[in-house]
């Protein structure tokens, strides 16, 4: 069944049959043949075919969202007992939120293959709420994502506060103005991240914390061209102190300082399944470490 399942999401992801059977080293009689015992054992057809392309019907839809999940749980229940002979090794899906996966991540995996070479870690960067949507779906075996997280699907484990400032451009005017309150803020152009952003989430809290209600909004949907954005002097955004220290240090970004900052959130992991790999255990022993340690260092006092 797994053989069925595998060329079967191929196609349908690839939305073509000889291109899934160039992916799986197979000619296209066989993976038709394929198709159609699936289709056969399911008792429907889940693929419409035109001369120009394969698309899924409903009922495919179906078979390809559950078949991912079967898949993932396959791959897993595989490791894990791979494990009982051997040490950490094999494959490791990691899913991070934007502003850990592209400042914090990266030097983590560096120590992982350091010390595991035989560890194949892949990331997926996306925001918070994809992250999580992978993860239930067994696609990843642990995400990393920030702010308050609730859900009932995965099991959710914070590990290290972060800090959050807001910032301009060295040229704005909130930098030598004195006294500077919440309404001042308010004029400004707030440049933000989409909704499901954990970032995005931060950002809504210190509007009703403070009770600030911009006038004018830009929308972005990762932290690079936000900071970019900032520093041309577009406007203003609430970003973490990863995403900003090379930026603080060189002078192209300056923090705003006002009472009641930085905000804090949570850096959370997220697991499904209550078994794991030496892979998976391996790394998220790293994670807590690395959030135990130099992680709740002050970014304030570092400036």
Known sequence: MDKHLQLFITVAEKKSFSKAAEAHYMTQPAVSQYIRALE??????????????????????????????ILGLYTTMQNLVDDLTNKANGPLAIGASYTFGEYVLPRMIAELKRNYPD?????????????????????????????????????IEPFAEDEMFI????????????????????????????KGSGTREATEKLFQIYGINPCRFMHFSSTQPIKESVAAGLGISLLSKWA???????????????DGL??????????????????????????????????????????
């Open 40 to 69: 056969d054992q399911i008792g429907m057809r889940l693929l419409e075919r035109t001369n120009k392309y394969v698309h899924l019907n409903k009922a495919g839809e179906i078979v390809y969202h559950y078949g991912k999940e």
């Open 119 to 155: 560890i194949e870690p892949t990331v997926t960067i996306g925001n918070t709420v994809r992250i999580a949507d992978l993860v239930a779906g067994h696609q990843l075996d642990a995400g990393i994502v920030e702010g308050h997280f609730n859900r009932k699907d995965v099991h």
């Open 244 to 258: 900003i220290q090379k930026e603080v240090r060189y002078g192209d970004l300056k923090i705003i300082g006002i």
């Open 167 to 194: 910032v301009a451009s060295p040229t704005s005017k909130l930098c030598s103005k004195e006294g500077l309150t919440h309404r001042d803020l308010e004029n400004e152009t707030w440049i933000v991240r989409e």
């Open 262 to 303: 930085p905000l804090l959130r949570e850096f959370s992991i997220i697991t499904k399944s209550p078994f794991r790999t030496r892979a998976l255990e391996v790394f998220l022993n790293l994670v807590r470490d690395n959030g135990n340690g130099n992680q709740r260092k002050s970014f304030q006092n570092e400036q």
